[in-house]
C-alpha cells in the first residue's frame, strides 16, 4: 500500500452514490421483476469508467469503483452465490437505541440496508456467477488503466457481515456458516488481490453487529464474538499479502442515537490482529469524533496503516477543510504522519437507494477532505 510520505493520502471506504438509472436498474434485479442483463452490464461498465474519472478530479488519491453494480455492500453475493434462493423478506435486527427511542425508530421509513429483504442462507453456499467477479474486476481495471491516482482498491464483503445480513437456516453452528462462507469468498478476496487491486474487506461485524444481532451479550462475551470473526477473516486471507489488503470497520452507517455502540477501546486490540495492513474506522462522527484518543495509548503495529474517517457519511453537513484538518493532525500527531492516510467514516452509498447524503453533497464532502488533507500537509510537511 502507498503510504504518506510527503503528503496526507485521500481515499474512502467504498460505496458511492450511483445515477438514477441505474438505481432502476439495480431496483429490478433485486426485486427480481423482467431485468436486461445486457443493459445492466453495460450501464455499470459506464459508470465505473465516470465515477473512477470523477474521484481521480476530485482529487481521492487511493480510488475504487463505488461499488456501482451492487445493490447493497454486504448481500451483493446472494446473486453470486447458491444457498439463498428461498423467501426474501426484511431480516433486520432490533437494535438496542431503538429500544431506548422507539419514537425515533418508529419514524425512519426510508429504504435503507435495514429494511431492504433478503433471503436466508438454506442450502450449501457455492459460485454460480464467479463471471461476475471477474466482471467486477475488469471494469475497474479497464476504468483504471492510464488514470493517474496513487493506487486502486476493490471491496468485498467479510463472512461476519455477509451472515449479518442474511443469516444461517442451513449450517449445524454459526461457525460451520461462517467457515463455509469463508471457504467460498476466499476465492474473490485472492481474485482481487491477483489482480493487482487493493483489496478491502469490509467488517462492519466487528463492531455494529454488538447492538443489533448481539444485542443480547455483555460487552465482553461480544469480544468473544469478535476475536472468532477476525480468526474467520485471517484463515480466508491466508493466502494474500497483508500490505495488499485493508480491512474497514464501522459501527453503522446510520443516522441515530448510537449511545450502545462497542468503545473502540474495548475491541481495538482484537482487530489489530487482523492480517490486513490497512485499518479504515470510524473517526467523524458525534459518537467516535473523540476516540483518536484511544491511539496515545494504543500502539499502532510496525507497518500498520491508520486510514481514520475524517467525513461523516450520514448528514449533509459539509466539513470545512480546516475541521477536516484538525482531524488528520491529530492522528498524524499521535501515530506519525506517514501511518495516516485520510477517509470518509463509511460509504455514501451502502444500499443504492437508502442514503441520506445528496449525491452532489457527497463529492463536495469529498473534495473537502482533499482540500483538508492538503493543509494538513502544509503543517506536517
Not at 29 to 35: A, G, H, M, V
Not at 108 to 114: A, D, E, G, I, L
Request: include cysteine; charge should be negative.
Amino acid at each position: 500500500m502507498k503510504r504518506s510520505t510527503d503528503r496526507i493520502l485521500t481515499t474512502h471506504t467504498g460505496s458511492l452514490p450511483r445515477s438514477v438509472p441505474l438505481q432502476e436498474l439495480l431496483r429490478q434485479r433485486e426485486e427480481q421483476r423482467e431485468f436486461d442483463e445486457a443493459s445492466f452490464r453495460s450501464s455499470v461498465g459506464e459508470a465505473v469508467a465516470e465515477i473512477v474519472a470523477r474521484q481521480r478530479d476530485t482529487g481521492i488519491d487511493v480510488v475504487n469503483d463505488g461499488e456501482q453494480g451492487r445493490s447493497q455492500y454486504a448481500t451483493y453475493v446472494k446473486e453470486r452465490l447458491t444457498g439463498f434462493e428461498g423467501e426474501r423478506m426484511v431480516r433486520s435486527y432490533t437494535r438496542l437505541d431503538d429500544a431506548d427511542f422507539p419514537d425515533y425508530a418508529a419514524a425512519q421509513t426510508h429504504m435503507s440496508s435495514r429494511n431492504m429483504p433478503q433471503p436466508a442462507c438454506t442450502g450449501p453456499i457455492a459460485w454460480k456467477d464467479w463471471p461476475a467477479v471477474e466482471r467486477d474486476i475488469r471494469n475497474l481495471q479497464e476504468a483504471a488503466a492510464g488514470q493517474q491516482v496513487e493506487e486502486v482498491f476493490m471491496t468485498a464483503a467479510s463472512p461476519g457481515v455477509i451472515a449479518n445480513f442474511l443469516p444461517n437456516e442451513y449450517y449445524a453452528t454459526e461457525e460451520d456458516y461462517l467457515y463455509a462462507l469463508a471457504d467460498v469468498m476466499k476465492d474473490e478476496y485472492n481474485a482481487i488481490a491477483s489482480a493487482g487491486l487493493l483489496l478491502q474487506i469490509d467488517c462492519p461485524d466487528l463492531a455494529m453487529t454488538r447492538v443489533s444481532q448481539y444485542s443480547h451479550l455483555s460487552v465482553d462475551e461480544f469480544k468473544k464474538i469478535v476475536e472468532s470473526h477476525v480468526e474467520v477473516i485471517n484463515y480466508a486471507l491466508a493466502d494474500i499479502d497483508p500490505e495488499r489488503m485493508r480491512l474497514h470497520v464501522c459501527w453503522g452507517n446510520t443516522e441515530g442515537p448510537h449511545h450502545h455502540d462497542v468503545p473502540l477501546r474495548e475491541i481495538v486490540d482484537i482487530v489489530l490482529r487482523a492480517r490486513p495492513m490497512g485499518l479504515a474506522i470510524e473517526g467523524a462522527n458525534p459518537r467516535h469524533g473523540h476516540e483518536w484518543k484511544v491511539w496515545e495509548d494504543v500502539t499502532l503495529p510496525d507497518g500498520k496503516l491508520l486510514m481514520p474517517g475524517v467525513l461523516d457519511t450520514t448528514t449533509n453537513f459539509i466539513e470545512h477543510p480546516e475541521l477536516v484538518a484538525q482531524r488528520i493532525l491529530n492522528y498524524a500527531r499521535v501515530v506519525g504522519r506517514e501511518n495516516v492516510m485520510a477517509t470518509s467514516d463509511c460509504g455514501f452509498g451502502t444500499s443504492a437507494w437508502g442514503r441520506k447524503v445528496e449525491t452532489n453533497i457527497a463529492w463536495a464532502k469529498l473534495a473537502a477532505m482533499v482540500e483538508g488533507a492538503r493543509i494538513a500537509s502544509q503543517e506536517l510537511w
